[in-house]
Each structure stands twice: as C-alpha cells, then as structure tokens.
C-alpha cells in the first residue's frame, strides 16, 4: 500500500479563553490545508494557564479533526519554531499523517504492551508523564523494556496550577468517564520500527572538577570519592579551602554549593564525552544536603559505589555550543551525501524549564539557536520539569527529536 509523503504542519497561539486558543490554531492549519493531507497524529502542547481548560481544547481539537489521534502535556511554557511562550495562556498543536499501523496510543486505560492487540510491535515511545508518580525511574525501565529499542524520550509534565497530560485515539474509543485529559500516571505514543526518528540529547551544564568514582555511599548520600572524604572532594573542586573542625567555614562554603550540582552515571558508562562536555548517559542532580560529621555530600537520587560522579554548574556557552552540536548531529543523520535518503519534515524539542527563556539570554533565545541549525521545520514541544532519554529522567537537557 502506497502512502503519500510524510507531511507536517504546526500552529501556535496565545488567548487565555480555550475555544479562542484553539481557534487561532485551526485557522493557521486549515489556511495550509491540513484536511487536504489526511492528519491521523497530532501534539498538543498548552502552557499551565490553559491547562485547567486542557480538557475544553482537546475537545474543540477533536471537533475539527475528529480522526486525529492527540497526545500532550502542559508545562511552565512551550515552544514551537523560532518561538518559547513563558508566563502566557499559549497553545501550540503539530499534526502528521504518519500511517496508522506505525504508532499506537497508551494511557491509563491501555498500557503500553510489548506487542498489541493488532501485532503492533513498539519500538520506542515518546512519554509525558507526572511529576508524583511514585517510583518513576522504575517505571520507565519497564515501559522502556517493551519497546525493542529501549528508548524512550519525553517530558514531566509541570504547571503551577494543574499538570495534566492527554493522550487519545478515535480508533480506540476510551471508557466514557475518561476525556483523555490524563493527571497522574504517564501516556504517550510508540512507535514501530517503520516510524523513521532520530533523537539526541543536548546537555546544559559542566563540569567544575574531575570525574570521580563513587567508593562510598548509602542510599542518596556520598561519603567517599576516589577513597576521598566527598564533602572534601566538592570544596577542593570550587577552591574552598575550609577547615571543617572550625566554626564558621559555612558562612563562604554555602552560597557557592547552592548553585553547584552533580553528574552521575552508572558504572560501565563514560561520564564524559564531546570534549569536556558531559556525554548522554550524565544525570544532572541537585545537591540536597551535607554531612559535615562523616563529610557526606547528598544528592537528588539513590547512588552505590562504582558510579562515576563530577560536581558542575549551568553554563549558557557551554548549553549553546551544545545545543549547535546536537542540531549538527541530527542534520548529519540526513545528509544524502552520508546516504540519508530521508528529509527532516517535523520534530520535537522537549527542554528542562530550567533551560527556558532568560537561560540562553533573552525570549526565544534556545528556539532561535534550533531554527537557526535546524532550518525552517515544523517543531513544537514544551519546557518539561524533567527529561526523558532511553530509560533514565535527566535535568537541565534538552531532547530533539526528528522524523523524516
């Protein structure tokens, strides 16, 4: 069976009332159009002040484009080409005609299977998934463990007032006390083998010191470093050189360690890559606490000896440079002279809402960078209260993903 090309479009606009919102979108889709080139997959990304309206714009989405099958979040802003919304009611919506049998909607109501009920076979997912979902880094190593790639990517979904996240799909109509309007849990979309994307991760901060091993260590809290006392480690690496027997050396040691964070990985993977960036397996933490007593250092998630950790801080040259050198990334994956028969038609770009806006120094600022290396391709996404690459949450990221 033929299908015609792949084909993208995307809209945004700003209005506090959800009807309004949704139609100044439809009337940029509909002046492209987006009925000519039969959508059946579309984004809705909304930012938290509409999100208490999410489900009156899912609902205006799907009266005008009731075959679509729709998958969103709402976050602190969203983004779409050339474009960051902040502190706005702003909407933005992207849909595609992928064919149907290439990817398939989970919610709440139906899980993400290894393989479906039609023989669809995922293999990798984009998720949205809530910020209290209890054992979350679990929970994305199962959903990535029924997919055959392993990878996944996506967003936490954050709002001030609400967080919501949708997925639905007319073709697998839910029960009826269910929107598609989902709070709590996670949903998304896979995708087969047959969907062509490629999906890079670009990184915000780094390093300030060496990579250590973790030698020491009970569950968030690192003792030792290389057989070193941590706590020594992370004032050595900012040139503190506080006594820690006398009282006081806090009073210059604190405001310097609020603002310095951790990169982690796991024990067989390189903490660093690019140079003296950090690689795609690094997980940004906060640091949470100190043990001056046992010169403990804690951080923002469970740690054991053999891990490789390097204390760093957010650096916008060091996001920039980054940021060009992911988009130069994607843009060779389809370059015909390294064989690429593929053209990037769409994408999405989910950043960490600690990277948005006055981050890479001024409005639309990170979404500038993109256009600029990515070309004039439709993209939409949304700032995330963390990011989701293959089974691990990360922090101050930003996951680009392409189609083609």
């Known amino acids: 069976m033929h299908h015609p090309p792949l084909q993208f479009l995307h809209a945004h606009a700003t209005h506090p009332q959800a009807d309004m919102a949704v139609r100044l979108v439809w009337a940029q889709l509909a002046s492209r159009g987006v009925e000519a080139f039969g959508p059946t997959l579309g984004w809705c990304y909304m930012t ?33 080409t050339g474009v960051e919304y902040f502190d706005e009611p702003a ?35 984009l ?27 996506g ?28 709070e709590g849990g996670l949903s998304g979309v896979s995708f087969s083998a047959q969907a062509q994307l490629v999906s890079r991760m670009t990184q915000g901060c780094i390093p300030i010191g060496p990579s250590r091993e973790i030698t020491d260590a009970d569950r968030n809290v690192v003792y030792e470093l290389d057989g070193q006392p941590a706590l020594g480690c992370l004032l050595q690496d900012l040139n503190l050189l506080a006594d820690l027997s006398t009282d006081g050396w806090e009073r210059d040691a604190i405001p310097r360690i609020r603002n310095t964070l951790v990169g982690l990985t796991d024990a ?16 940004v933490r906060h640091l949470i606490g100190l043990d001056p007593n046992r010169h403990g250092v804690a951080m923002g998630e469970l740690v054991e000896p053999g891990m490789r950790m390097a204390f760093c801080k957010r650096n916008v040259n060091a996001a920039r440079q980054d940021l060009i ?30 990277r948005g806006g006055q ?13 600029h290396a990515m070309g004039d391709i439709p993209l939409v996404g949304f700032f995330a209260g963390g990011e989701i690459a293959r089974h691990h949450l990360f922090g101050y990221t930003g996951i680009l993903t392409v189609w083609s």
């Not at 967003?155 to 609400?162: D, M, Y």
């Not at 001024?362 to 256009?371: R, S, T, V, Y």
Request: hydrophobic letters at 40%; aromatic letters at 6%.
């Open 155 to 182: 967003g936490i979904t954050v709002g001030r007032r609400a967080a919501v996240h949708l997925a639905v799909d007319p073709l697998r109509p839910l029960p009826e006390e269910h929107t598609g309007v989902w």
């Open 268 to 283: 067989d993977t390189d903490l660093m890559a690019h140079g003296q960036h950090f690689g795609a397996d690094t997980r």
């Open 127 to 153: 998720v949205h998934a809530d910020s209290q979902v209890p054992d979350l880094p679990e929970l994305l190593q199962e959903l990535a463990d029924r997919t055959q790639s392993g990878y996944l990517f």
């Open 91 to 125: 909407l933005v919506v992207m849909v595609c005609n992928l064919p149907r049998q290439e990817f398939q909607i989970f919610n709440g109501c139906q899980p993400l299977k290894e393989r479906g009920a039609s023989g669809f076979v995922p293999h990798s997912a």
């Open 325 to 354: 050198r992911m988009a130069a990334e994607v843009r060779e994956e389809f370059d015909p002279e390294q064989g690429s028969e593929g053209q990037a038609t769409g994408a999405l770009y989910i950043s960490c809402a600690g």
């Open 359 to 371: 981050h890479f120094g001024g409005p639309h600022a990170e979404m500038a960078l993109l256009a």
């Open 48 to 80: 938290d002040e509409l999100a208490p309206q999410a489900q009156a714009v899912l609902h205006a989405l799907r009266q005008h484009l009731p075959h679509v099958a729709w998958v969103g979040a709402s976050g602190v802003g969203v983004l779409a």
